[in-house]
């Protein structure tokens, strides 16, 4: 498959779930022992060894399941995504610890499958005169094997073959099992090394910017900055920053990944020995983000100001008492690695921080409101403010966009979209709003950057989108040379699921914020691509088959989004090639970047356009002039 925008991580433990399918299924086949066997004929034997193939199947395939759920058989209630999967937590919302019962799950899995196969078997061995009586399963699960137990009488030409085939399977799912609850009490019960890891990098931040990562008390004395602010918007990024930093670094007390750690304080978690042979990480969910609920602080928003008091060497500030305390809560995906199997077994475990220290996970309580800055703040504006608010390109002025400073709200833009204005004296978050436009937001924006300012702001549209799918195939034409061709036949409207990706790209300096917008969605058919900010923006796009990628184009052209979008919508045309499938990492990208959107655009087929695409006939290109760009 090919996959041109996993995360490295990620795409590591994909490859290892494919990569370890192979490894363990190997690894079954050589150590599974069939006993209790009646008969000795060559027909007997050779039924009896499809049964055994057929529950070695079984055990590999929940094993598998297994090892993706930490240790249940699917996603439960409580989940996180990971490299593609829902994995499952260990802890209810209350911090209650609910272990599974891997071997309970073993042969529930176990017997699901071989109920779910066994008739299919029958029907093959249906020349022989087999068949099978009801089937049960039990296992043991030891630190290097499962023990297994099927009973399902076996009969061949109305002679018994086999009542109970007894399988030993070499797995060190139990030893990780047992690793998995060591490294899940140290976390959440007895040492916290997550939290407390996560509040000393926190501190060292602190240590070098007390305004930039505001913790504990605030500075108690000094003039600068006057006037001091911070919202949820701009503690986030900090904070989520840290946690990824700290995550990344956890690691088992007396690996070599411990030692090797600077510039943050690592989690280390103490096992009661070094367990040679797996390999134990610790990451992040996809995507994940901190909410209003799982990253929470008081005060919030943080506001200190500094008063001048004088003395007999002349001024000093005073500024007010303000202790900044965190409440954030936050998953973290244990990953635990047969080195030998490459099959990873993976679970979730809640990490909860409360007033800065480790949190009893049964306080844990919903988003509480933000405060409300003090009125007598906000009177005091004695700074200079001078802003003009436009439209992005066309320099239009927006009037009615509303301004905000340091927690205060400071006016509304005339009709040139001009505001001047007192604003409080010091150091805050700075807002621009309006309806139906992007929101504009700095933090730690000064009062004297505002003195004379323009800013501009993004159209939002809702842009329809027209999706058709067309079929791709390579031959050679009379003279033996390679052409692709598109059939009329196979241009219709897209029943695959696709992910479209609209990319922001920087036409001028104002586009530089914009750059970290981009829109992607998944789904076939027409739809609106809703609440996309105005701009140019190349368009990547996928046609999938299940998870493997079977076709799409990535543009080299900018397409604008604009009033003129919003109206008559985009057409896009993916292109299937399913031999992509059969191509290396760099032809498959050469083949979606260059050749397949060169053919769409020589066919008069987009693959983006704002009309509608028509293919009155057959298409046919050499593949020697598909060298240029759309």
């Known amino acids: 498959m090919v996959n041109f925008k996993a995360q490295a991580e990620i795409a590591v433990i994909l490859i290892l779930v494919i990569v370890g399918g192979i490894s363990v299924y190997y690894a079954f086949k050589s150590e599974i022992i069939p006993t209790s066997i009646i008969g000795t004929g060559e027909e007997q034997k050779s039924v009896r060894d499809s049964v055994v193939n057929m529950i070695r199947d079984g055990a590999f395939s929940t094993l598998h399941k297994l090892n993706m759920y930490g240790g249940y058989l699917e996603p439960q209630p409580r989940n996180v995504l990971y490299a593609g999967k829902k994995r499952n937590y260990w802890q209810t919302y209350s911090g209650e610890i609910i272990y599974p019962d891997i071997e309970k799950n073993f042969a529930k899995g176990l017997l699901e499958y071989l109920k779910e196969n066994k008739n299919s078997l029958q029907k093959s061995l249906e020349e022989k005169g087999v068949s099978f009586g009801d089937v049960s399963v039990s296992a043991k699960i030891l630190e290097n094997k499962i023990l297994i137990e099927v009973k399902m009488p076996t009969i061949v030409k109305n ?304 842009v329809p989108l027209f999706i058709y799918e067309v079929v791709v195939e390579k031959t050679e034409d009379n003279n033996g040379n390679n052409v692709y061709k598109i059939s009329k036949n196979n241009f219709y409207g897209s029943k695959s699921k696709s992910e479209i990706r609209f990319v922001p790209v920087k036409m001028n300096e104002d586009d530089l914020r914009f750059l970290a917008n981009p829109r992607e969605t998944l789904a076939n058919g027409a739809f609106d691509l809703v609440n996309i900010e105005e701009g140019y923006y190349i368009v990547n796009t996928f046609l999938m088959r299940d998870s493997e990628v079977i076709g799409g184009f990535a543009s080299t052209n900018a397409y604008l989004v604009n009033e003129d979008a919003q109206e008559d919508g985009f057409y896009i045309v993916l292109p299937k090639y399913e031999e992509i499938t059969t191509l290396s990492e760099d032809d498959a990208y050469d083949m979606i970047a260059q050749t397949l959107p060169t053919l769409l655009n020589k066919c008069g087929l987009g693959p983006v356009s704002s009309d509608k695409p028509v293919l009155q006939s057959d298409c046919e290109i050499k593949e020697s002039e598909l060298t240029g760009g759309e």
């Open 159 to 462: 002679r018994t073959v086999s009542d109970v085939y007894r399988i030993e399977m070499q797995s060190r799912i139990g030893e990780i099992f047992k690793i998995s609850k060591k490294i899940l009490e140290a976390s959440v019960i007895s040492e916290r090394p997550f939290e407390r890891a996560t509040v000393s990098n926190m501190w060292l931040e602190n240590f070098k910017d007390p305004y930039k990562m505001p913790l504990g008390l605030l500075p108690a004395y000094g003039c600068e900055p006057r006037i001091y602010s911070k919202d949820w918007d701009s503690i986030r990024p900090l904070v989520q920053e840290i946690v990824h930093k700290t995550v990344s670094s956890a690691c088992i007390s007396g690996y070599e990944k411990c030692s090797n750690v600077e510039n943050v304080v690592p989690p280390e978690i103490k096992l009661d020995k070094i367990y040679d042979g797996v390999d134990i990480n610790f990451d992040l969910p996809e995507n994940f983000e901190f909410n209003k609920i799982t990253l929470q602080f008081t005060p919030n928003p943080i506001y200190q100001e500094a008063h001048p008091v004088e003395y007999f060497a002349g001024k000093y500030c005073e500024r007010d008492i303000v202790e900044v305390k965190y409440r954030i809560n936050y998953p973290v995906v244990v990953t635990i690695t047969d080195a030998l199997t490459r099959d990873p077994f993976i679970f979730v475990m809640d990490i909860f921080v409360d007033a800065n220290a480790p949190g009893e996970f049964s306080k844990r309580t919903d988003y509480n409101k933000e405060d409300i800055i003090p009125s007598y703040i906000c009177d005091k504006k004695e700074c200079e403010m001078n802003i003009k608010v436009t439209r992005v390109y066309s320099e239009e002025p927006i009037s009615n966009a509303e301004v905000k400073f340091a927690g205060c709200s400071i006016g509304k833009t005339d009709q040139n979209g001009e505001l001047k204005a007192k604003i409080p004296c010091g150091t805050g978050v700075f807002s621009v709003t309006k309806n139906g436009f992007s929101v504009y937001k700095k933090t730690d924006v000064k009062s004297e950057e505002l003195e004379n300012i323009q800013v501009q702001l993004r159209k939002i549209y809702n």
